[in-house]
């Protein structure tokens, strides 16, 4: 049974900071991508970033240049590192990986709220 925990989430002010953590458990194959997409009111889930097991990522034109993407693979983590962040970054953020089985799983969702 794969689970994924986030952490991270928050209330921050534009301009801001934060950091989400993701950590996988219970999988059997090794990942392949992990990633981050964020569903705001109303409107679709989207793709954030993305980074392959050898550390080739991939980020939405939205976030390119503010949000920095990483993994520990032997502690199955990825990160997101999400600086000068905008109201319109509000939203929900899942976790996303897939394995070498390409079998894929979601996080629960971690809120993101930039508000002044």
């Known amino acids: 049974q794969v689970q994924l925990v986030e952490s991270g989430g928050g209330l921050v002010q534009p301009g801001g900071s934060l950091r989400l953590s993701c950590t996988a458990s219970?999988?059997?194959?090794?990942?392949?991508?992990m990633g981050w997409f964020r569903q705001a009111p109303g409107k679709q889930r989207e793709l954030v970033a993305t980074?392959?097991?050898?550390?080739?990522?991939n980020y939405a034109d939205s976030v390119k240049g503010r949000f920095t993407i990483s993994r520990d693979n032997a502690k199955k983590t990825v990160y997101l590192q999400m600086n000068s962040l905008k109201p319109e970054d509000t939203a929900l953020y899942y976790c996303?990986?897939?394995?070498?089985?390409?079998?894929?799983?979601w996080g629960q969702g971690t809120q993101v709220t930039v508000s002044s």
């Open positions: 996303n990986v897939v394995y070498y089985d390409s079998r894929g799983y």
């Open positions: 219970g999988g059997i194959w090794d990942i392949y991508t």
């Open positions: 980074i392959t097991r050898n550390g080739n990522s």
